[in-house]
C-alpha cells in the first residue's frame, strides 16, 4: 500500500511565501499616493467597524488570526484569493487583447522548456487519464502570429494538486515553458485538471469555514504568454460546465476564458485557443 503526503495549508503557504519572498519586487510609488491609498484605506476600515459596533473579542481574535496568517506563510493565498481579481480589473482596462485573469501564488519560473507541439511532464498515473490536447496561436492585434512566443503553462493535477506545493509529485509535473513556431501556433498535449479546494488547515480555511463561504475553485489552466515588444498576458482557461464556474471563491472566471473540448477520434479532448497580445504599455 502506497501512502501519499497531501500538502498542509502551512506546507504549501510557506512555499509560497518563500518563492514570493524571493523576487524582491519594487513599485515606484510617491509618498502622497501611499498616503492617499493609505488614508483611504483606513478610513473605509474606521467606517465598517463603526457600522458593524466591532467588539474587543471580535477585534483581538483579528489581531491573532492577523498573526496566524503571517506564521503560516497565508498572505500569498489569502491575498491572491479575495484581493488580486480587483487588482487584475483594474489593470487590464486598458488593454484590447486576450483577457486576464489573477495569477494565483503557485506560479514557478523556470519549467523545462518545450517545442511548440508538445507533452508536459507528467507521471504514468497522468497520462492513463483523457488526454487534453490545447491548440491555438498567439498573435498581435491585427492577427499576425508571434513566432517564437513563450507560454508557461501550468496547473494542478486530477486531484487539485500542484507540483513543488505538494510532496508526492515530481518537481515539474504538468509545468512546462513552451515556445510557439515561426507563425505562432502551439500544440500542448496535457489532462484536464481537476476543481479544488484551497488549503483549509490555516488560517485562511478558518476564516472562510467562519464566514460560511466555501473554498471551491473551478477547474483551470493557468498562462503566462510573453513575446518581445508585447504586453505579457497572464491568464486562467476554464472549463464550460464545470463545477464551481460561477461561484468561484477567487472571482476570477471570465465568459471569455471559457474552454469547450470535444474528444476527437482518437478519444482526446482537443480545443483551440488563441491568444493576441498588445503593444508592449509604456
Not at 500500500?1 to 519572498?21: E, H, L, R
Not at 510573453?226 to 464556474?245: C, R, V
Request: with cysteine.
Amino acid at each position: 500500500m502506497t501512502t501519499i503526503d497531501s500538502p498542509t495549508a502551512v506546507g504549501s503557504g510557506n512555499a509560497a511565501t518563500d518563492k514570493f519572498k524571493g523576487a524582491r519586487f519594487t513599485a515606484d510609488t510617491s509618498p502622497e499616493r501611499l498616503s492617499a491609498i493609505a488614508t483611504e484605506a483606513l478610513a473605509g476600515l474606521s467606517a465598517l467597524i463603526h457600522r458593524h459596533a466591532v467588539t474587543y473579542p471580535e477585534y483581538r481574535v483579528l489581531k491573532q488570526w492577523l498573526i496566524e496568517v503571517g506564521e503560516g506563510g497565508e498572505w500569498p493565498l489569502l491575498l491572491d484569493v479575495f484581493v488580486e481579481h480587483d487588482i487584475e480589473e483594474v489593470n487590464s482596462t486598458r488593454f484590447r487583447g486576450t483577457k486576464g485573469s489573477i495569477e494565483g501564488p503557485y506560479y514557478v519560473p523556470g519549467a523545462p522548456e518545450l517545442p511548440a507541439q508538445c507533452t508536459l511532464p507528467m507521471r504514468d498515473e497522468d497520462r492513463a487519464h483523457t488526454a487534453l490536447v490545447l491548440r491555438g496561436r498567439v498573435t498581435d492585434l491585427d492577427g499576425a502570429g508571434l513566432g517564437g512566443a513563450i507560454i508557461e503553462l501550468w496547473h494542478a493535477d486530477d486531484e487539485g494538486y500542484y507540483s513543488q506545493f505538494a510532496p508526492h509529485l515530481p518537481e515539474w509535473n504538468l509545468r512546462g515553458t513552451i515556445v510557439t513556431d515561426p507563425e505562432g501556433r502551439y500544440e500542448i498535449t496535457t489532462i484536464q485538471p481537476a476543481p479544488y479546494q484551497i488549503p483549509t488547515d490555516g488560517p485562511t480555511g478558518q476564516f472562510i469555514e467562519g464566514a460560511g463561504w466555501h473554498p471551491w475553485r473551478p477547474a483551470h489552466l493557468h498562462l503566462r504568454v510573453t513575446s518581445p515588444g508585447k504586453q505579457p498576458i497572464i491568464t486562467q482557461l476554464y472549463f464550460a460546465g464545470g463545477d464551481w464556474i460561477d461561484d468561484d471563491v477567487a472571482t476570477a472566471t471570465k465568459p471569455e476564458l471559457l474552454l469547450d473540448p470535444r474528444l476527437d477520434d482518437t478519444g482526446r479532448k482537443v480545443v483551440s485557443y488563441d491568444f493576441a497580445l498588445d503593444p508592449e504599455a509604456d
